[in-house]
């Protein structure tokens, strides 16, 4: 198995530009999670979903991030605008199995908005 | 609603020595426990998690944790640390119920490791 897989790994883009995050899950997970990574307030969950359905969305720090799960194997997360204060590492987790405990994560997509 | 606190924010402790990294949990409700571990510029790897049972749990790379359900307590210990334990360390709960196994997790604790 491959594993959680993000892309792009790094994205530098310019403030007031669309930014979208992608990630396939392992397959057979129908759990998946969005979380951001920055050093002032640590892992924070964005958003997640089950069976591809939007559970719990209420981490999305505003309008500008939205998130999508058109089917099992594939998800995105998009910034539009992004501004600087969206810099930060984002990963994407999956769960499943049979005792659907852990989350697998991805390897993250570093952002830099400038 | 959960929160995870880990208590020391940096942990630096020379090779061969033990290590502890303090973990504290609130719940209304049965948990997962988890510790995962990020090295620099990747993901996060699980190292260990409690379920149920015993309460003691062996994980990777020879790290090991306690639940203390009293203390509402999860801290991983290493009897001997090398260099390569180098990482940052997060305790994680989730609960039994409802929440799809949405993972809370505390802020982190950087070990370093001296020579």
């Known amino acids: 198995d491959a594993g959680v897989i993000q892309s792009p790994r790094h994205e530098v883009t310019e403030m007031g530009q669309e930014v979208t995050l992608r990630c396939k899950p392992i397959?057979?997970?129908?759990?998946l999670f969005w979380y951001r990574q920055t050093m002032m307030r640590g892992l924070e969950l964005l958003i997640y979903?089950?069976?591809?359905?939007?559970?719990?969305d209420s981490g999305m720090p505003e309008d500008r991030f939205s998130a999508k799960m058109p089917n099992a194997s594939f998800s995105t997360l998009k910034i539009q605008p992004s501004e600087p204060r969206d810099s930060a590492v984002y990963f994407c987790a999956s769960r499943g199995g049979p005792l659907r405990t852990e989350a697998f994560f991805g390897q993250g997509t570093r952002l830099t908005v400038v | 609603a959960q929160s995870v606190t880990q208590l020391d924010s940096q942990v630096p402790v020379f090779e061969e020595a033990p290590v502890e990294l303090r973990c504290n949990y609130s719940?209304?409700?049965?948990?997962?426990l988890f510790w995962y571990v990020q090295y620099p510029n990747q993901g996060l790897q699980l190292l260990l998690k409690?379920?149920?049972?015993?309460?003691l749990v062996k994980g990777i790379n020879g790290f090991e944790a306690e639940f203390n359900k009293s203390q509402t307590s999860f801290h991983l210990r290493k009897p001997s640390v090398h260099i390569s334990d180098t990482a940052e360390y997060f305790c994680?709960?989730?609960?039994?119920?409802?929440?799809?196994?949405?993972?809370?997790f505390g802020q982190g604790t950087i070990l370093t490791v001296h020579p």
């Open positions: 994680a709960v989730s609960d039994w119920g409802t929440s799809y196994g949405k993972l809370t």
């Open positions: 409690y379920l149920s049972g015993s309460t």
């Open positions: 719940s209304s409700v049965s948990v997962y």
């Open positions: 979903f089950n069976n591809n359905v939007p559970i719990d």
């Open positions: 397959s057979g997970h129908n759990s």
